[in-house]
């Protein structure tokens, strides 16, 4: 009897000692809040996972090949001959270099798929819309549409009678419509926005052979590459990994975000609140989770719609909240000020709250253990998307088709509301919230630097050549469970405003910086040295610009390109002082952000780990000779300081190469003279 009690206390003590740290956690204290809470009811969350499950030491480094069932084949970590040549390889004989690449390369496969597959989607609701086939969604920004209507040569006058006429915004876009839907299944020629790159990059491409012919074709072929057997180059590969890359940034994405602005509208400035504490207790709390905005738009109408709302006063409830989560959040935001209610990691704890009546995913970043967290609570898990259904749980699947959206949506929102008096947990809600101005799409931060009624990008580069702007850092990517919480993502962001460089931003690091108030114009004033501070105090801006959702990283490549044009800071991406990293990341689709970053001469770093350690030749072919090739090159820095120090440094070596380090230098004197002179 004693020693089974013996066994208790010890199973006891066991799971203490399991017990993480909330603080150690996350440095978000609605996050912390909640970590305690799940402890408090018995949940376990990733957070609890991450403790007790290690990472593969072999997978880790990238040296473990399973491409054929003759493995895997788990290269050790060093073998070496008398001469110290390494001479590591798997049954076949295939290298680190090659099982390292192949590893990498099948990542920006994956990736650039799930960007791309997205914009597909996006594409059929695009022409169903211009055919008028559902009536749900309009071509919302006319403009927008005859501009990118210029990229794929479709005209947007008629002749009629020999005089010409403005054509009817619908059949062009029918024509649009078309051209870029036959953007994945093309097989020979160029992707049509390659030639928006300036025109230093295009060429640098066409010269390298690395110009995407069509989307899913580059996507195929890097299957096919690292398939057993064929390419055993890692330099080759990562050819073809730049292509899929850039088919993903230059395309698959870019295409994605221009017909969601098509459709939905351009982002310009709006308010938004951010974090947990956008729930509410007495109202029916729906989050929607995952990427596409195709579902989202439709549950904003549907959620305001008075039948709806009288619906839930029949329930007792005082209103509908609905919230993002991921980058669905990012997108219903930037065009709606709808709130969010958190990044990645915060995806089970909004659960945790106990107020969440449903949760609707689509697709990408939906951890499966949403269903069984669902399953402690009272919340409705509801899948959408045929391409992502889950079989744990009570998950409940309502197919969403564009051809009667709003009929889908309402049915979905009923469904909250129905499960509204369901509630059975306590239920607590962090009192976390901020407020923060969002919406920075290229072509706002056009009209906004530009101050004039005609907007342009010269301002801004004027500010960075005359050094008040040291340079633009672009900080993105995800939570990863294997790092604290947003805190690399904030220290980054910190650190470079401190230094005078702008930040441009999306994804999960966007959210991190709002629920930390770095994305309000009075930020500038707290986080930012003086030079930074006076641009966005005079033009009345945040100094960390949210550009949007991952897909919107193609809005950076645009305002890049758009800075390049502008003038007097070089003719290419690569001159320009500018930095990117992902200080957290941890999906696939990153590594393809990555990719078509480095590819179009970005000079880009990543924190946690790359997967690349196994193979030092690879490692340094990214890390060094990538530069050679692009102008842009990829880094692995885990500490947050020293990325920052690292995108700086090289932002300084650029001015330097410009010939504007000496500007900067004086402005700083001018500072520090008119300081003095405050002080007197
Ligand atoms: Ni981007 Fe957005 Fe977040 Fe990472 Fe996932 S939500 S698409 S992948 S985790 S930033
Ligand atoms: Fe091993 Fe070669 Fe098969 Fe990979 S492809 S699992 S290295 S035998």
Known sequence: MASEEAKETLKVVEKEKKKIKPEEKSVDPATIQMLYKAQQDGVETIFDRAE???????GIQGTCCKMCAQGPCRLPL????MEG????????????ETIAARNFARMIAAGAAAHSDHGRGVAEVFLAASRKESEDYKIKDENKLKEIAGDFGVSTTVLVDGEEKDRDIYDIAVEVGEKILGEWGKQEGEIYYAKRAPKARYELWKKLDVIPRGIDREIVEIMHRTHMGVDQDYENLMKQGSRAALADGWAGSMM???????????????????????????HVNIIVHGHEPLLSEMIVVASQDPEMLQYAATKGAKGIVLAGMCCTANEIL????????????QQELALITGAVDAMVVDVQCIMENLANIAQCYHTKLITTNTRCKIASGDTIHIQFD???ALEDAKRIVKTAIDNFPNRKAEVLIPKEKEMMVVGFSYEAINYHLGGTFRGSYTPLNDNIINGRIRGIGGVVGCNNARTMHDSAHLIVVKELLKNDVIVLTTGCNAMACGKAGLLTPEAARIYCGPGLAEVCETVGIPPVLHMGSCVDNSRILMAATEVVKAGGLGNDISDLPAAGCAPEWMSEKAISIGQYFVASGVYTLFGVNLQVEG????KDYLFNGMEKVFGGKWDLVEDPYEMARKMIAHIDAKRKALGIDKARER????????????AA
């Open 78 to 81: 060093t073998k070496k001959d």
């Open 667 to 678: 402005v700083l004197m001018d500072m520090a003279d008119r300081q003095k002179l405050e």
């Open 85 to 96: 040549k390494d001479t590591r390889m798997g049954l076949c004989g295939a290298t680190p």
């Open 334 to 345: 930037v065009r709606h000020g709808m709130p969010i209610a958190g990044n990645y990691l």
């Open 256 to 282: 994605a975000t221009d017909m969601q602005d098509v459709l939905f509208g351009t982002p310009y400035p709006i308010h938004g609140e951010i974090n947990l504490g956008v729930l509410k207790k007495d």
């Open 52 to 58: 007790t499950m290690k990472p593969c030491n072999i």
């Open 402 to 404: 564009e051809h009667h």
């Open 615 to 618: 193979s030092p030749v690879f």
